[in-house]
């Protein structure tokens, strides 16, 4: 059987939780959490393919954890796509440029959700076929 790719989805709002997770499930193995440390914490300890974020959580806010995993050598490469209610351009600019890969805004719609984080899976797998390849021809 093979193994299922990772989300990790980050929500301080629970019943967004439920729904990305219900919506995700079927189809990759999903970790979910309510704040940023416990964020962090999962992605050191799971290395998910994809993580969905959300923006603004208390404590520890979807930028300060974005920052954080782009920071560490271990998390950098993994995609984060915020998903947040906030309508601002401002802050959707900010999240890209500070490495997120894209932007979801709430009420988010669940065939653009699963559109977005099979293309972030399809990426992640391309670079790591590519990966390989390259490890295959420098052992020649």
């Known amino acids: 059987m093979e193994e299922k790719d990772i989300i990790l989805i980050v ?4 019943s ?11 189809y990759y193995k999903v970790y979910a959490v309510k704040d940023g440390s416990s964020a962090l914490k999962n992605a050191n300890e ?3 393919d994809v993580i969905l974020l959300d923006f603004i959580m208390p404590e520890k806010s979807g930028l300060e954890v974005l920052l954080e995993l782009k920071n560490s050598d271990k ?11 906030m309508k601002d351009s401002v802050n959707e600019i900010e999240g890209l440029t500070s490495g997120a890969v894209d932007y979801i805004r709430k009420p988010f719609d669940s065939e653009i ?4 984080v099979n293309q972030q899976i399809e990426i992640v797998k391309l ?8 490890a295959a021809l420098e052992s020649k």
């Open 11 to 14: 929500d301080d709002d629970t």
């Open 113 to 116: 959700v699963k559109f977005k």
């Open 16 to 26: 967004n939780l439920m729904e990305l997770t219900h919506l995700l499930r079927p």
């Open 46 to 48: 799971y290395l998910p």
């Open 127 to 134: 670079r790591r076929d590519l990966k390989n390849a390259l």
């Open 75 to 85: 998390t950098k490469d993994i995609p984060v796509i915020f998903i947040t209610g």
